[in-house]
């Protein structure tokens, strides 16, 4: 499989973790929705590889790695692969997964450049079974995922913190929806990165007539959207309502999203329920609704029905419940973590707060719970702002004009035998 480099109407193809947008909550998942239908709009074609389909088949996929038959030369080569000390067994798998899902795509389509994130490291893998560029999108490296879900740094965290390092470090593009993950991947890792470059995920375009006002609010609900888990910062948001009960005693909390759980001091694992008996006095409880997973369309009014939405994450890359609160003129209080202070401007459109501090939380919550001017102010400057610099169609003319300068850089090399493959993949392992 090689990249017609010549070709002016180049095809590329997008790896999403699931399909289709809207009924997948994830963030990867909604940015190649977004990439793809702004791409289709000024002709150009992406074709989305998954391994995960659900519910809708109006929307598919080019191609689900689920219904793919390994080969058997697959199988003898994965397991010979996972054999060499160091390797991370699922990054070997996902790149053998990919390169079958490549070849299928490549019988109807000249794919020219695959974009995938770094995850496991399995780009690294797949560049030595292609002759196409992959370019590495910088979603979240576990070193920063992994220690924000509270994840044992043993043995298993290194391989596969080493696996990402060397996909990112070797790719021939990069590319960053923030400057702080940027940042933080060559800080870490030693590297420079010298041709990556940060482009943002794309906000949806929310209609005047479907955003957040004053008129909309029940002027009594703070809305939280994500999981309940370390990560997304659903244990703080408990934390701080404690508080908020106290000071506006007419203030409800409803929490959206699933149940990861939390780990405290005296247990590996507290559901969201637990959380909230040991947590908050029995009156206070009875003001917290627990949705759990809910549907994007299905969301939107209840960010219509917000006085206040909440963004509580110890860490977020580019967060797309941030910027789907935004551009729908939320009145929005959000961590100060990773890319977040780049997506809020923090005075402007929303207010920001110290990371897994529950008792600023609080305070920023109450003081805009409690100015509804400077709410309403907050919400109209956002979803302006999103709607201007996060504009799906301007990110996809900066996202292909970056693939031009990789088609730019990219050398195809001859494909190796495999056994001349596992001595040169692995020589340093």
């Known amino acids: 499989m090689s990249a017609d480099t010549k070709t002016e109407n180049r095809e590329i193809a997008l790896l999403s973790p699931g399909w289709p947008p809207g009924r997948v909550a994830n963030g990867i998942v909604t940015y190649v929705g977004h990439l793809r239908d702004a791409l289709a709009r000024q002709q150009r074609k992406a074709y989305v590889i998954t391994g995960n389909t659900t519910g809708d088949n109006s929307n598919p996929p080019a191609v689900c790695l689920d219904n793919l038959a390994y080969t058997r030369r697959q199988q003898i080569l994965e397991r010979a692969l996972q054999r060499f000390p160091g390797v991370e067994p699922s990054g070997v798998t996902l790149a053998l997964q990919l390169f079958a899902g490549l070849m299928e795509l490549q019988k109807r389509h000249p794919v020219a450049l695959l974009e995938m994130e770094e995850t496991f490291g399995a780009a690294g893998y797949l560049k030595h079974f292609i002759n196409i560029p992959v370019v590495v999108r910088l979603h979240g490296p576990?070193?920063?995922?992994?220690?924000?879900?509270?994840?044992?740094?043993?043995?298993?965290?290194?391989?596969?913190?080493?696996?990402?390092?060397?996909?990112?470090?070797?790719?021939?593009?990069?590319?960053?929806?923030?400057?702080?993950?940027?940042?933080?991947?060559?800080?870490?890792?030693?590297?420079?990165?010298?041709?990556?470059?940060?482009?943002?995920?794309?906000?949806?375009?929310?209609?005047?007539?479907?955003?957040?006002?004053?008129?909309?609010?029940?002027?009594?609900?703070?809305?939280?959207?994500?999981?309940?888990?370390?990560?997304?910062?659903?244990?703080?948001?408990?934390?701080?309502?404690?508080?908020?009960?106290?000071?506006?005693?007419?203030?409800?909390?409803?929490?959206?999203?699933?149940?990861?759980?939390?780990?405290?001091?005296?247990?590996?694992?507290?559901?969201?329920?637990?959380?909230?008996?040991?947590?908050?006095?029995?009156?206070?409880?009875?003001?917290?609704?627990?949705?759990?997973?809910?549907?994007?369309?299905?969301?939107?009014?209840?960010?219509?029905?917000?006085?206040?939405?909440?963004?509580?994450?110890?860490?977020?890359?580019?967060?797309?419940?941030?910027?789907?609160?935004?551009?729908?003129?939320?009145?929005?209080?959000?961590?100060?973590?990773?890319?977040?202070?780049?997506?809020?401007?923090?005075?402007?459109?929303?207010?920001?707060?110290?990371?897994g501090d529950s008792d600023d939380l609080a305070a920023k919550v109450i003081a805009l719970y409690e100015d509804p001017a400077r709410s309403a102010a907050y919400g109209l400057a956002a979803a302006h702002d999103m709607a201007t610099r996060l504009d799906p169609d301007r990110i996809a003319e900066d996202t292909w004009a970056y693939y031009e300068t990789v088609w730019e850089r990219f050398r195809p090399q001859k494909r190796k035998a495999p056994l001349r493959l596992l001595t040169q993949l692995f020589r340093l392992a």
Not at 239 to 255: E, N, R, T
Not at 267 to 287: C, E, F, W
Not at 295 to 323: C, H, K, M
């Open 142 to 355: 576990w070193f920063l995922n992994g220690a924000a879900l509270g994840v044992p740094q043993d043995e298993s965290f290194h391989r596969r913190d080493a696996a990402e390092r060397l996909c990112i470090r070797d790719a021939v593009g990069v590319t960053s929806p923030s400057r702080d993950v940027l940042e933080e991947v060559r800080r870490h890792y030693k590297v420079e990165l010298a041709e990556a470059v940060v482009i943002p995920n794309a906000s949806p375009k929310i209609p005047a007539q479907q955003q957040w006002t004053p008129a909309t609010t029940d002027n009594n609900t703070i809305l939280f959207v994500g999981r309940f888990d370390r990560h997304k910062g659903g244990d703080t948001m408990i934390d701080a309502f404690a508080i908020i009960a106290q000071a506006c005693p007419d203030a409800k909390l409803m929490f959206v999203g699933p149940d990861n759980g939390v780990s405290t001091p005296f247990s590996s694992h507290v559901s969201i329920r637990d959380y909230i008996q040991t947590k908050l006095p029995g009156p206070i409880q009875a003001r917290v609704d627990v949705r759990g997973p809910m549907q994007s369309q299905d969301i939107e009014p209840l960010r219509r029905q917000a006085r206040v939405t909440v963004i509580a994450s110890r860490y977020e890359n580019f967060g797309l419940a941030l910027v789907e609160a935004l551009a729908f003129g939320c009145p929005t209080v959000a961590s100060r973590a990773g890319g977040s202070p780049e997506i809020v401007q923090d005075g402007k459109t929303g207010v920001l707060f110290a990371p």
